[in-house]
């Protein structure tokens, strides 16, 4: 059972956003305003009402010198310069008339070969669980009805329920800044095998809709319904279909509700499962291109998927603030922007999905399901952590998860990436190419603490992997980093920006060269060196030198080969080993 902790005192009462700044510098300087004001302010499910002014007065008293206001500057300080360069382009295009005369040729032409493309017979259906981490807990912990609750810590939060989130309390936000907003705010530590599990029932009634639905994480899924209903788009029909989905996901998880979507594009769907939430669902009235344009034409441009703070901030000091300000701006956009970014804008604004540009193209199926996922992975955000052995058990349980993810979805990848976010928001990266396609934790764990190992020391807000390079992307096997190795295959190879590279054939030569010869004699002679261990625990692979794992700290006494498989058994040990351990030095040192 998850340890409940009560933010403030017991039975305490809150006014709401609006009433939690009242006792907080209410003067934050404009500077700071600024600087964070598009921290926390985007509306989540069940926020409508709240004052985000209040809110945001309350964030920048909170930040006001820390660590993360200074990265909120340094971002906003980023986002005036790209700010200005966008403008300058923007006046530039705009005095030259061939450049804006071209413009209108090329969106033109565009807006043609999109509508061709449009596609109006194929049915999605967006399903997404409501308060997802936060329902979890109230179902295990009925107590919890109806209070104020954020599954996470002082730290940080995964995810707020609704009676939080009317106070302006929601998922990413430090749980400091939340006990502000909601003084008797309750925290609960987060399980990640109950939600993992309660998923797993989850999709298995999904996918009697669709068997090869496209899982978003533990409380998103994008179905494709067509053959379900059988062409049919009859409004009642379609209702029938998101309220049976509705009703089966409920009764195989013991009452966890969800919100649904249906549309003729999975992005629409999508929009279309937040419309009604919690426990609702939104029908995208009639499937004609009229219809699905007067449902986008209004909505905030904040609203679409794939549109983050970042571009967002970017339009509105363009003056463009909705889908149908996009569309009346597109001879401009695409003058001024990049063209994956002037295209992608472009479709947004006709209501156009993906899908139907990649068919055009005649793209396979399961050649879009590869083109819309290209990898997987699992974050982890907590309370600033500098101790290696806590970060060390994080990835391992992080490395679990993404094992079982990848598992759920048949993925088995050759590139393994490390996300690590310092406790000074500063962002860093390691990955390394696996041996083998794997999506086993046996190879995930030691090769993730490998590169964990090659940051240390450091303070540490968040962790991530992700792997990615599916084994089935090439038909040869991923080129090994060592160019020696290279001359082992020819073929073709993906490179990072997914465009194919010819391999180059090295042939090795059997008769050294005098160099070589030269010096082979100079080198010294060859020391016997033991050979290295495997850490029982966490599998890590460590010097033959060394007493203990290098990452958990398990004394060597017990070891396998480094290329043995560790059995089901040994897996469930390891968390109980590091906490041993962890307890063990915490004693010493205390």
Known sequence: MPEVVNGGAAGASGAGASGASSDVNNNASSEQLGALSYVFLNSKGGM?????????????????????????????????????????????????????????????????????????????????????????????????????????????????????????????????????????????????????AKAQEVRGVLRTFDANLQVRGLDEASLDVTAYVKGRRDRDVLEAVAEKIRHDVAAATGGLTCSVGIAPTRELAKIAS????PNGQCIVEDFTREAVLSFIRPLETRKITGIGKVTDASLKALGITTVEGLYNARYLLHGILTPTASSFL?????????????????????????????????????????????LSRKLIDIAFTLSRHLHDLGLRGHQLTLKIKLSNFEIRSR?????????????????????????????????????????????????????????????????EE???????????STTPTPAAAVAAKMAPPTTVRSEPWACIACTLENEASAKRCEACGALKGSSL???????????????????GFASRLKKRSG
Request: hydrophobic content about 35%.
């Open 48 to 196: 409508d009402g709240v004052d985000m002014q209040s809110v945001q007065q309350v964030v920048a008293a909170m930040s006001a010198g820390s660590r993360h206001e200074a990265n909120e500057r340094r971002k906003a300080t980023e986002h005036a310069e790209r700010t200005r360069q966008l403008l300058q382009r923007k006046s530039t295009w705009e005095r030259d008339k061939v450049a804006v005369a071209k413009s209108r040729r090329e969106v033109d032409a565009a807006v043609t070969r999109l509508e061709e493309q449009r596609r109006l017979s194929s049915v999605f259906c967006h399903v997404d669980q409501d308060q997802y981490y936060a329902a979890c807990e109230e179902q295990e912990r009925p107590e919890l009805s109806g209070k104020a609750f954020a599954v996470g810590g002082i730290g940080m939060i995964s995810t707020a329920n609704y009676v939080a989130r009317k106070y302006g309390v929601r998922s990413a936000m430090p749980g400091f800044i939340a006990l502000k907003l909601c003084p008797h705010l309750i925290f609960v530590r987060p399980d990640f095998s109950k939600y993992t």
């Open 498 to 508: 997914g465009g194919l590279r010819k391999v180059e054939e090295i042939v090795p």
């Open 346 to 390: 472009l479709r947004t604004s006709l209501g156009i999905g993906a899908e139907d540009v990649s068919a055009d193209r005649g793209g396979a199926e399961d050649d879009q399901q590869e083109h819309n996922r290209k990898s997987c992975s699992v974050e982890r955000t907590f309370e600033p952590i500098g101790d290696r052995h806590t």
């Open 274 to 277: 937040d419309r009604n939430k």
């Open 561 to 579: 080969p480094p290329t043995s498989t560790l059995a089901l058994e040994k897996k469930r040990r390891a968390p109980t080993l590091l906490d």
């Open 431 to 495: 990955q390394v190419t696996l041996p083998h396609a794997t999506d086993s934790s046996d190879d995930l764990i030691p090769a993730a603490l490998k590169l964990l190992k090659a940051e240390l020391p450091l303070s540490a807000r968040l962790l991530g992997l992700k792997v990615s390079q599916w084994e089935n992307e090439n038909d040869t096997q991923v080129a090994s980093r060592d160019i020696l190795a290279r001359f082992l295959q020819k073929g073709d190879e993906e490179d």
